[in-house]
Nanobody, 120 residues
Framework: QVQLLESGGGLVQAGGSLRLSCAAS????????MGWYRRAPGKERELVAV???????LYADSVKDRFTISRDNAENTVYLQMNSLKPEDTAVYYC??????????????WGQGTQVTVSS
């Protein structure tokens, strides 16, 4: 069983930055795609960013050029650097591990989520 533990959320003013971390248990972390999703109050969960096993990335249009996803396979950790935060980025952010090397495989494991609140 794989466990994902997110950290780094909090309260920040608009224009500020946060870095989320997701530490994964289990073996062969490097061969799986990893992703970040978020769920804002009253909204559906949405994809924020994904990183394939080879390091290629994909971002939601709403966060492109502001957020950066990265991974450290030696530390079994995926990161989400969030800059120029806006109040509409307020949400619970979830880390996920996909079942394969690419984001078009299915999501298989989820973390418990970390709250990000951006004040105006």
């Amino acid at each position: 069983q794989v466990q994902l533990l997110e950290s780094g959320g909090g309260l920040v003013q608009a224009g500020g930055s946060l870095r989320l971390s997701c530490a994964a248990s289990g073996s062969f972390f490097g061969i799986y795609a990893m992703g970040w999703y978020r769920r804002a109050p009253g909204k559906e969960r949405e994809l924020v960013a994904v990183i394939n096993s080879g390091g290629s990335t994909l971002y939601a249009d709403s966060v492109k050029d502001r957020f950066t996803i990265s991974r450290d396979n030696a530390e079994n950790t995926v990161y989400l650097q969030m800059n120029s935060l806006k109040p509409e980025d307020t949400a619970v952010y979830y880390c996920t591990r996909y079942s394969g090397r690419y984001y078009y495989t299915k999501t298989e494991y989820w973390g418990q989520g970390t709250q990000v609140t951006v004040s105006s």
